[in-house]
């Protein structure tokens, strides 16, 4: 799942013996700014009835919602993204992408909100680095611009 400032993005993969077999993606516009922090769980759950019910086993979260505006700061922005996205899903794991590639329970990223911080091309570069040995790549959001280069596979 990917909670930016002006769209909301999620993923599913239907995984059996650890391939992938089925993936299902939905997109919302949602320009926070806009619409008011308040707002955010609301519009999270409305993404989630865009995919198949199905029980989920595990959320891996990335976000650059918390540079919006509506926040007086980014620890308060990535609180209240963990905080929605955790309401979502109450009894399944949720990861959280750190700026070191890494997934991270939600209470480290909490404790350390700046590894989580608009992590969203850490997750871009390492899916670009399994099939590219050499790249760059340039992903451009409403609210963040991020140039990666991917070098030997990482």
């Known amino acids: 799942m990917d909670v930016g400032g002006a769209n909301l993005k999620a993923a599913l993969l239907k995984v ?5 077999l089925e993936v299902y993606t939905a997109s919302q516009y949602f320009p926070l700014w806009k619409a008011g922090k308040e707002r955010l769980p609301e519009a999270l759950n409305l993404l ?3 995919l198949p019910e199905v029980e ?3 959320v891996g979260l990335t976000m650059t919602a918390e540079v919006s505006d509506v926040y007086e700061n ?12 955790g309401d979502l ?5 949720i990861k959280v992408v750190s700026v070191e590639g ?5 209470e480290e990223a909490e404790t350390h909100p700046l590894r989580v911080a608009s ?3 850490a997750a871009s570069g390492w899916l670009v680095s399994r099939k590219l040995r050499e790249a760059i790549l340039m992903d451009v959001g409403r609210t963040t611009t991020s140039i990666i280069p991917v070098k030997n596979w990482k």
């Not at 059996?16 to 992938?20: A, C, N, S, W």
């Not at 980014?74 to 996205?85: A, N, P, T």
């Open 119 to 121: 992590a969203n091309w």
């Open 16 to 20: 059996e013996e650890g391939k992938p």
């Open 89 to 93: 899903f109450k009894s399944t794991p």
């Open 74 to 85: 980014k620890r308060e922005g990535e609180i209240h993204v963990l905080s929605s996205v």
């Open 102 to 106: 890494r997934l991270i329970p939600v």
């Open 48 to 50: 989630l009835r865009l």
């Open 56 to 58: 989920v086993e595990a």
